[in-house]
């Protein structure tokens, strides 16, 4: 049987969206300040890398465990909850981050958030074994 991954899909969709935007981010700084490798020291760019970076750290687990969930049958409910919280997450994460290169209630919230939804879907998908 093909199992359907129309959640994860979505989500999918929209954080592949987000990623682009965060590569163009990184893209038109390092054409601003002619910067091909590296950060060149420029901070602003440095940030810039780090919050795409971040992104592409946590992302991909996340989606693999997403569909991995949604293929073992947990519930649309379930599985919409915890991309959207993914996808909110990652936002605030990136203005956190964009805002200042210290801490921030947006960077603290979307980090804390996105180990719980990897926390929840590693749970979930090693309790569907049992």
Known sequence: MIQSLLIT???????????IALSF????LRKQHKIGIGDGENQ??????RVHGNFIENVP????????????????LFLHALGGLLV???????IGLNSS???SWQR???????????LVLALN????VI
């Open 101 to 103: 290169i210290g801490t």
């Open 125 to 128: 998908n090693v309790i569907a």
């Open 88 to 94: 909110s997450c990652r936002f605030l994460h990136a």
């Open 9 to 19: 899909g979505f989500y999918a969709g929209i954080l592949a969206i987000i990623h």
């Open 25 to 28: 981010k990184v893209i038109g």
């Open 108 to 118: 603290f919230v979307g980090m804390v958030g996105t180990f719980v939804v990897l």
């Open 44 to 49: 602003q760019l440095a940030k810039a890398i």
């Open 61 to 76: 687990l996340a989606l693999i465990l997403l569909a991995l969930a949604e293929s073992n049958g947990s519930s649309g």
